[in-house]
């Protein structure tokens, strides 16, 4: 698409609302091909991911990780005098490096001459934007990508409680945080506060954790979480929070007594952030949640309005929205043919202690789906564990087509699991077999190792 002729009728040829990593994506791109682009972004370039998100947040996980590492590393002969943990040290280091990376995103923009609006952005008209500074301007196309926010949940006095976005701001560490939430974040925060030494509660509405996860891998997350000693409370609901004199928060569940916390944290998911856009304004349909609905190929029931990312609540990722935000630039401003994202067979990770991570189909859903699996188990304790004197087992589990070998889902909760289930994905996507990771001679002595020595 020639660029240079659609400024004639335009102020721009794409102009991007929210500058994560969806739309930092698609604008970018966008502009490398050719496109004349602006982008408005009213709080800090980088979104959800970059600023509140899985940078800051794996960041403090590695903080967390040294809790245990300094405790371990005795047994392979280190003399650790008094251990001390300064949460300001660690908080303050990680918003710098924030802050670093802000700037690193805001560049890459500019050295695209990509314009960027500093400032809320609506939309007044089918091609119209306006700023919050009272600025009106035109786009040939429109990119909503404007993410998500956490949800907080209607109880009484739930305006006391944090959500995921406060937690990396913190003026000092609870001693005793209750967190709201059965999912990823709600886990990953736990084991965070549980490392650096706060009485950490977790109350789930529901009877499971992690409920997308196979059954196998988040039931042994669980044991060894209360081996840690981190508390569940399955079934119960918030029925109020109130503000204490002395500090801290009383909290009443629907199940027990009240009770004192010093904070209280909601993990109970996300919402996309439609409210306010101006979507009414251009007819741009909405699901029921909210979110913004698109076809394959990113595009709303408004012919020259896009959405990618969380807004649209396909799959609440970050590299799946930089695939949509790619893909969208191609197809709308590429040369070649139209691009679509395939949102199957996409590996995840929770950044618990330890953490799990998978591929691909859960053996329910696999024997759903295809009758006839077969599964593999390898159920280990890590060489590292073992000389540290640190009892916790390991669990890698594969699920196999019974029919053909194929291997349809890989679930595992190690250290480092993350990290190995990245090339091990790739074998799922390419549709490898059981065989075919049988004839793959091992890296020993690893823990990866296991994946090919299932038999």
């Known amino acids: 698409m020639a660029a240079n002729s659609e400024t004639n009728e335009y102020d721009y040829d794409l102009f991007t609302i929210g500058a994560g990593s969806g739309g930092v994506r698609a604008s970018r791109v966008s502009a490398a091909h050719g496109a004349k682009v602006a982008i408005a972004e009213e709080h800090r370039v980088g979104g959800t991911c970059v600023i509140r998100g899985c940078v800051p947040k794996k960041m403090l996980v590695y903080g967390a990780h040294f809790a245990e590492d300094l405790e371990d590393c005795q047994r392979f002969g280190w003399e650790i005098g008094e251990r001390k943990f300064d949460w300001k040290t660690l908080r303050d280091n990680v918003l710098d490096d924030v802050t670093r990376i802000e700037g690193a995103y805001t560049d890459t923009l500019e050295n695209h001459d990509v314009t960027i609006f500093k400032e809320?952005?609506?939309?007044?008209?089918?091609?119209?934007?306006?700023?919050?500074?009272?600025?009106?301007?035109?786009?040939?196309?429109?990119?909503?990508?404007?993410?998500?926010?956490?949800?907080?949940?209607e109880c009484q006095g739930a305006e006391h409680a944090i959500s995921s976005n406060e937690a990396f701001h913190l003026d000092e560490l609870p001693k005793k945080i209750i967190i709201a939430g059965g999912g990823y974040i709600a886990n990953e925060f736990a084991g965070i506060f549980n490392e650096f030494g706060c009485d950490v509660h977790i109350v789930n509405r529901g009877e499971v954790l992690l409920r997308q996860y196979d059954e196998a891998v988040r039931d042994r997350l669980l044991q060894i979480s209360t081996m840690k000693g981190i508390k569940f409370r399955f079934n119960t609901t918030f029925e109020y929070i109130k503000p204490c004199d002395e500090g801290g928060y009383f909290v009443k569940l629907s199940d027990c007594d009240e009770e004192k916390a010093d904070l209280v944290m909601f993990a109970v998911g996300r919402v996309p952030n439609t409210k306010g856009l101006g979507l009414e304004n251009a007819g741009v349909e909405l699901g029921e949640a909210g979110e913004i609905k698109v076809d394959r190929f990113s595009k709303t029931n408004v012919d020259h309005i896009y959405a990618v990312g969380d807004v649209t609540d396909r799959v609440q990722l970050t590299p799946v929205a930089i695939r949509e935000g790619q893909a969208f630039a191609d197809t709308v401003f590429g040369k070649g043919d139209p691009v679509a994202v395939d949102h199957s067979c996409i590996p995840s990770a929770v950044f618990s202690h330890p953490p799990i991570a998978a591929v691909g189909m859960t053996e329910g859903e696999a024997k759903n789906k295809l009758g006839s699996v077969k599964v593999y188990l390898s159920d280990f304790r890590p060489m590292k564990n073992v000389l540290a004197g640190r009892n916790e087992r390991s669990l890698i589990k594969?699920?196999?087509?019974?029919?053909?070998?194929?291997?349809?889902?890989i679930h595992m909760i190690a250290p480092e699991a993350p990290e190995m289930m990245q090339a091990a994905a790739i074998a799922v996507k390419a549709g490898l077999t059981k065989a075919d990771f049988d004839a793959t001679v091992a890296i020993h002595p690893t823990m990866a190792e296991e994946i090919v020595l299932m038999r």
Not at 402 to 409: A, M, Q, R
């Open 120 to 153: 809320r952005a609506e939309i007044t008209g089918p091609h119209e934007i306006t700023l919050a500074s009272g600025k009106t301007v035109t786009a040939k196309h429109i990119l909503i990508a404007t993410g998500a926010h956490p949800r907080m949940p």
């Open 398 to 409: 594969m699920i196999c087509d019974g029919e053909n070998g194929k291997i349809v889902g």
